[in-house]
């Protein structure tokens, strides 16, 4: 079953977030647009890759008011140790989930069958709490926050924009589509 047009399960979680350990629950989330980043755990080799990048777009994120909330079942003082000692991850502004008990990894349905880990998994959550976009990678695939921020905007241009929709490979500013009778066969 897809979890697309779901709302996001109740959750309570500790986080590594600015040098500090904060609780964070689904009622924090509500009200703007939310990356759930999912990834499978802490020093490891391509999660590192992964969170730089998603790091060098966390300000344009901000911009167009989306959160970003990280999330591998280490505990967050696995990812203060992380973030101490990882080039890449210290870059990391966003706030880094502990899931140690699974709970939110199993609420998105994303945990590895026997692992005990997270698959490597992007959500997208409209202010609403209901997901929007979901991206899933096997273990060995790391994504691409540019192609992430495309997606967010495009999102967020469909949300605001009700009966247009975005075509492949959509950029902000290009023209969209408006599904209808006209269209068929059309395009």
Same mark, same amino acid.
């Given at each position: ?8 399960l =109740? ?6 977030h600015?040098?500090e350990?904060?609780?964070v629950t ?8 939310a990356?759930?980043f ?9 999660c =590192?890759?992964e969170?730089?990048?998603?790091a060098?777009?966390?300000?344009q ?5 989306v ?6 079942t280490?505990?967050h003082?696995?990812?203060k140790a992380w ?7 210290s870059k990391v502004n966003?706030?880094m989930?502990?899931d140690?008990?699974?709970?939110i ?11 005990g880990?997270?698959?490597?998994a992007?959500?997208?959550?409209? =202010?609403?709490?209901?997901i ?8 060995g695939?790391?994504?691409s926050?540019e192609?992430?921020?495309r997606?967010?905007?495009a999102?967020?241009?469909?949300a605001a924009? =009700? ?9 902000e500013?290009e ?8 269209l068929?066969?059309?395009?």
């Amino acid at each position: 079953m897809s979890l697309i047009n779901t709302e996001i399960l =109740p959750f309570k979680a500790q986080a590594f977030h600015n040098g500090e350990f904060v609780e964070v629950t689904e009622k924090d989330v509500l009200g703007k647009w939310a990356i759930f980043f999912f990834y499978p755990g802490d020093f490891t080799f391509v999660c =590192p890759t992964e969170l730089g990048d998603l790091a060098d777009y966390y300000p344009q994120l901000q911009e167009l008011g989306v959160e970003v909330y990280s999330v591998s079942t280490d505990s967050h003082f696995v990812h203060k140790a992380w973030h101490g000692e990882s080039e890449h991850v210290s870059k990391v502004n966003y706030y880094m989930l502990g899931d140690s008990n699974g709970e939110i990894t199993n609420n998105f349905q994303n945990m590895r069958p026997g692992a005990g880990q997270a698959d490597r998994a992007t959500f997208l959550i409209d =202010p609403e709490g209901v997901i929007q976009y979901i991206e899933q990678t096997a273990e060995g695939i790391g994504r691409s926050a540019e192609e992430l921020l495309r997606k967010v905007k495009a999102a967020q241009y469909v949300a605001a924009h =009700p009966g247009e929709v975005c075509p492949a490979k959509w950029e902000e500013g290009e023209d969209t589509l408006t599904p209808g009778i006209d269209l068929v066969g059309k395009i």
